[in-house]
């Protein structure tokens, strides 16, 4: 390739919001002498702006959309759909954090600056249309994220959290590598579409050695979004994490590791679906009734989210077995929808659980209506939303999944999955009883007021849940008509 | 040219592989398992070479470089968490970091 077509300005462009998280994060790092001094709100409202800016330049960047980097980038509908969620979901995290790092005399600039490398890793990882761009910002994501996940330093249960995350998050690496050599040995190729090609075209490689590579990526991959029989580190996580980071892990580099998921299943695994759709089907089984059976027996509210989390990434495997159109749309729409909920549930936690993290068990939620009746109105409406309630984004989320999954034939899946809500809602209820129910608890009584951080934090993902569940179209249009994978 | 044959140096790969997963798995010092995952993803690098030499390409030595790169990465990184992890519990057995039960 002549120099001159190495880098050009239409290439820059569909980059920009990774380059401009990348340049805010080392900003922050380099300005933290002097900022320190000032206010220690600066940094916050510095990520906020760098976010802000990356949001803009993502939409931006899809003005124009289209190759970038000799193929190694695609900025389509389907990586914007997912850099603006990622994007979205780091928003979220930052304007609960103020509050929590204040409490915690914790505020620094690696916190920011780590956030926003995490986002442009997984922002990298949504555009990526090349294996081993896929693994490089899955592992600029993970990497960020597993010195998030052990921030407070001190907290025994977050060191533990953070060498759990590393571990197995480095293992499941492992295994996506070894997948990605394999197809790279049979196919030559380790771009999406032309693997697809590969696999169609008259010299198809030995159905044995892909299929391999398939499985290894398929671990890999289950993995990264906590999906069973390999999510046995999430519940560890994402309790011993500090809460607004629990919220980010729950969504963030969880929706783009499913972004990933889809893509390379859907577009370069796509021939040989016959292989890999009983995989599939038998992950989202197991993981949607290991996630709400064991979420029943908990009585930390960190836990018991995370248990919903694996029961919840069992629902957007459906859509993935349904492996269809319309399958891609509704596990984009249900990962949106999620992203709100979840974060904003978390959000209330941490807003809940005081200095050291004391209060996260349900008792703690007694009594939160009659004290502080907006959050546990705002908690509510996620609750609800995470059960499937009409008129929220978390019912036609269900809604689409399971629709596809029938179109798709997979009735057993359906039922059994239905079943598995029905059983959801239970745990989700207990929290509401325990809220509108009981005599105040000690953390109701002395929960803080609502910072303006705070109220924006649940507010806005309130918001974004009753948009979703009231005008879902709007989303599920754009959704579909960017969940043609294969071009 | 090639004395020993492509696929005595994939099952090379393969055996390494499976060493570094049941290291991860049944070794009980946290260093011991780190370095299993570093032993997994240097047999991937072995593997992409081998396979690079095989389809007379360039880029599978490449890769190898962004695995090392990354490798090194979390290298950094996993170090630290282990220190952390060392300073406030002065242990390095992974069975005795169980503390978030109900």
């Known amino acids: ?487 | 040219m090639s004395a020993v044959p492509i696929s005595w140096y994939l099952t090379l790969s393969a055996v390494i592989f499976a060493l570094g997963v049941a290291g991860f798995l049944f070794r009980h010092n946290i260093i011991t398992v780190f370095m299993s995952i570093e032993l997994m993803l240097n047999a991937v690098n072995l593997s992409f070479v081998t396979f690079s030499y095989q389809l007379k390409q360039v880029n599978g030595h490449l890769f190898t470089f962004f695995v090392m790169v990354v490798a090194a990465a979390e290298a950094a990184v996993g170090l630290a968490i282990i220190l952390t992890v060392f300073k406030n519990r002065s242990t390095l057995n992974i069975d005795d970091i169980d503390s978030m039960k109900n």
């Open chain 1, 1 to 487: 390739m002549p120099v001159s077509n190495f880098v050009n300005p239409a290439d820059l462009v569909r980059f920009l919001p990774e380059i401009i998280l990348t340049v805010m994060g080392t900003l922050l790092m380099v300005l933290d002498p002097v900022l320190h001094k000032r206010s220690s709100y600066a940094f916050g409202h510095l990520s906020l702006l760098g976010l802000a800016a990356a949001l803009v330049a993502s939409v931006y960047a899809f003005r124009d959309p289209g190759p970038a980097f000799g193929g190694m980038l695609m900025v389509d509908g389907f990586a914007t759909f997912f850099r603006v969620l990622v994007i979205g979901v780091g928003i979220l995290t930052i304007l609960p954090s103020y509050r929590f790092l204040a409490r915690h005399d914790a505020e620094t600039s690696e916190y920011h600056a780590l956030l926003l490398y995490s986002i442009a890793g997984q922002c990298l990882m949504v555009s990526a249309n090349e294996l081993i761009m896929i693994f490089l910002g899955l592992e600029i994501s993970s990497i960020a994220s597993y010195i998030l996940a052990g921030y407070l330093r001190d907290d025994k249960r977050a060191n533990e959290s953070a060498l759990k995350y590393f571990l197995l998050g480095s293992f499941a690496t492992g295994f996506f590598l070894y997948g990605v050599a394999f197809i790279y040995g049979s196919t030559g190729t380790v771009n999406l579409t032309s693997v697809h090609a590969a696999l169609t075209g008259p010299n198809a490689p030995s159905p044995v050695f892909v299929g391999v590579a398939a499985a290894l990526m398929f671990v890999g991959l289950a993995f990264k979004v906590s999906a069973a029989p390999f999510q046995v580190w999430a519940p560890d996580v994402y309790q011993g994490a500090p809460t607004p980071v629990t919220a980010f892990l729950s969504a963030g580099p969880k929706a783009a590791a499913f972004a990933i998921f889809l893509r390379i299943f859907m577009t370069s695994f796509q021939p040989i679906a016959n292989g890999w759709e009983p995989l599939v089907w038998g992950s989202a089984l197991l993981s949607m009734t290991i996630g709400n059976f064991a979420a029943l027996l908990q009585s930390n509210v960190k836990r018991l989210l995370a248990y919903s989390s694996i029961a919840h990434a069992g629902y957007v495997l459906v859509a993935l077995t349904a492996r269809s159109d319309v399958g891609t749309a509704a596990a984009m729409f249900y990962l949106a929808a999620y992203a709100f909920m979840n974060v904003g549930a978390f959000a209330v936690v941490s807003h809940l659980s005081g200095r050291g993290e004391r209060y996260q068990n349900v008792d703690d939620f007694a009594g939160l209506g009659q004290k502080q009746p907006l959050t546990a109105a705002m908690l509510t409406i996620f609750l609800l939303s995470l059960i499937g309630v009409p008129l929220t984004g978390g019912f036609f989320g269900k809604f689409y999944i399971f629709k596809a999954a029938l179109e798709s034939h997979l009735v057993w899946l359906t039922v059994l999955g239905l079943l598995n809500s029905a059983v959801a809602a239970y745990y989700y209820l207990r929290l509401l009883v325990m809220m509108y129910m009981h005599e105040p608890s000690e953390a109701a009584t002395n929960a803080e007021p609502l910072s303006f951080g705070l109220s924006a934090a649940l507010i806005l993902p309130a918001l974004g849940t009753l948009v979703l569940g009231i005008f879902p179209s709007w989303v599920l249009e754009f959704a579909g008509r960017s969940s043609n994978l294969v071009k």
